[in-house]
């Protein structure tokens, strides 16, 4: 069983460029969220999305965006990019049912650079 | 909206110590609480987590937490330190918002392990 994979690792980008980072979930897991960890800082919740859709979100602009795929991979899209989105990008999953006290499995994240 | 304080960014112990790891949350509703370690250049992995019960919480690797309701802890413990211990720690607190339940993080304590 694989876990979480996350592309690419690292990432450079200009300051009003686009950029889309992809997950693959657990097997099985059919949840998926993603968190902007800034350095020093815990993970700040993005949004999360299940079967395709969001079902929720944390204080992001619009420019963040996200889609799941049928089989559950995901991908995170931020528009317009601010040098404050320099940031680890983390990917976590969810078994299927997952409520508050289940356990979120977490890719290794993409480290993005705005310059 | 719920909220986690840990309390000192970072925690120096010598190999063999006691380590204690500070966590106080704030929520309208019973509480789901986790804690997260992050190794360097990874994602995080869970080490354990508290739903109901018993409200002593024994994890991975030695760890255990203490819920105390009166005193909306969670902290952290393990009686002796490894060198393999130095890590980002982070507390967590998962509430319901809307239709998904969402965690919050802390800051992260940094654990450092001195030979």
């Known amino acids: 069983e694989t876990g979480v994979t996350q592309s690419p690792t690292h990432l450079i980008k200009t300051r009003g460029q686009q950029v889309t980072l992809r997950c693959s979930s657990q097997?099985?897991?059919?949840?998926v969220s993603w968190y902007q960890q800034a350095l020093g800082q815990g993970p700040q919740f993005i949004f999360q999305y299940y079967r395709e859709e969001e079902n929720g979100r944390g204080n992001f602009p619009p420019r963040f965006s996200g889609l799941q795929f049928p089989n559950y991979s995901s991908e995170l899209n931020v528009n317009a990019l601010e040098l404050d989105d320099s940031a680890l990008y983390l990917c976590?999953?969810?078994?299927?049912?997952?409520?508050?006290?289940?356990?979120?499995?977490f890719g290794p994240g993409t480290r993005l650079t705005v310059l | 909206a719920q909220s986690v304080t840990q309390l000192g960014s970072h925690v120096s112990v010598s190999e063999g110590a006691l380590v204690l790891l500070r966590c106080n949350y704030s929520?309208?509703?019973?509480?789901?609480l986790f804690w997260y370690v992050q190794y360097p250049n990874q994602g995080l992995q869970l080490l354990l987590k508290?739903?109901?019960?018993?409200?002593l919480v024994k994890g991975i690797n030695g760890f255990e937490a203490e819920f105390k309701k009166s005193e909306t802890s969670f902290h952290l413990t393990k009686p002796s330190a490894h060198m393999s211990d130095a890590a980002e720690y982070f507390c967590?607190?998962?509430?319901?918002?809307?239709?998904?339940?969402?965690?919050?993080f802390g800051r992260g304590t940094s654990l450092i392990v001195h030979p």
């Open positions: 097997s099985g897991h059919n949840t």
């Open positions: 508290y739903t109901t019960g018993a409200t």
């Open positions: 976590a999953s969810t078994i299927p049912g997952g409520g508050a006290y289940n356990e979120q499995f």
């Open positions: 967590a607190v998962s509430d319901r918002s809307g239709g998904s339940y969402i965690p919050t």
């Open positions: 929520s309208s509703v019973p509480p789901y």
